[in-house]
Antibody, heavy 119, light 112 residues
Framework: QVQLQESGPGLVKPSGTLSLTCAVS?????????WSWVRQPPGKGLEWIGE???????NYNPSLEGRVTVSVDKSKNQFSLSLNSVTAADTAVYYC????????????WGHGALVTVSS | ETVMTQTPLSSPVTLGQPASISCRSS???????????LSWLQQRPGQPPRLLIY???SRFSGVPDRFSGSGAGTDFTLTITRVEAEDVGVYYC?????????FGQGTKLEIK
């Protein structure tokens, strides 16, 4: 079973860049999954951010496009999220998850990383 | 964007009794490949989401058979036949037929 673990700074200054990494264990990042990021503001619902395939193909939520980049590092078996020009509205728990396109399901989720945007 | 609307937003249930949650999408979730990519997630307090049901009615590995899903097109239902204490949490429907993937606002299941 694939396991995912998010890591990165828990505090980012307004107008700065949020950067998170998701380490994948229990399987290769080159398997036939899409690797996704989903966020959840405190006390609120879920928002899909974007995804990447091991080939480097990406899809992003248009609401964030222009500010978000998802990348993959196959040598380290991990993928990353970068979100620039952050504001307090970007404060959330950020989850990484596997997405299996052939079944349309988010199979496995990391435990999440709380990122607070504040000066 | 496909808007997912869940009802009710809160559901107090007696242990051992059934519970159901509805989810309506703003457009049909039938994909051109013939599949319907509607899933249900459970989020227990302080935990990440967990996949329960995918493609309307298929239970994910390890999910108890008291959870079932039904529906078609734009209207879907998650049913718990006999609610147990461990079922407390927030339930989300999610669609992956149309980009961007979207989630319902969540339904909080609590014990009376």
């Amino acid at each position: 079973q694939v396991q995912l673990q998010e890591s990165g700074p828990g505090l980012v200054k307004p107008s700065g860049t949020l950067s998170l990494t998701c380490a994948v264990s229990g399987g290769s990042i080159s398997r036939s999954n899409w690797w996704s990021w989903v966020r959840q503001p405190p006390g609120k619902g879920l928002e899909w951010i974007g995804e990447i395939y091991h080939t480097g193909n990406t899809n992003y939520n248009p609401s964030l496009e222009g500010r978000v980049t998802v990348s993959v590092d196959k040598s380290k078996n991990q993928f990353s999220l970068s979100l620039n020009s952050v504001t307090a509205a970007d404060t959330a728990v950020y989850y990484c998850a596997t997405y299996v396109a052939v079944t349309g399901r988010f199979d496995y989720w990391g435990h999440g990383a709380l990122v607070t945007v504040s000066s | 964007e496909t808007v997912m609307t869940q009802t009710p937003l809160s559901s107090p249930v007696t242990l051992g009794q059934p519970a159901s949650i509805s989810c309506r999408s703003s457009q049909s979730l039938l994909h051109r490949d013939g599949n319907t990519y509607l899933s249900w997630l459970q989020q227990r307090p302080g935990q990440p989401p967990r996949l329960l049901i995918y493609q309307i009615s298929s239970r994910f590995s390890g999910v108890p058979d008291r959870f079932s899903g039904s529906g078609a097109g734009t209207d879907f239902t998650l049913t718990i036949t006999r609610v147990e204490a461990e079922d407390v949490g927030v339930y989300y429907c999610t669609q992956a037929t149309h980009f961007p993937y979207t989630f319902g606002q969540g339904t909080k299941l609590e014990i009376k």
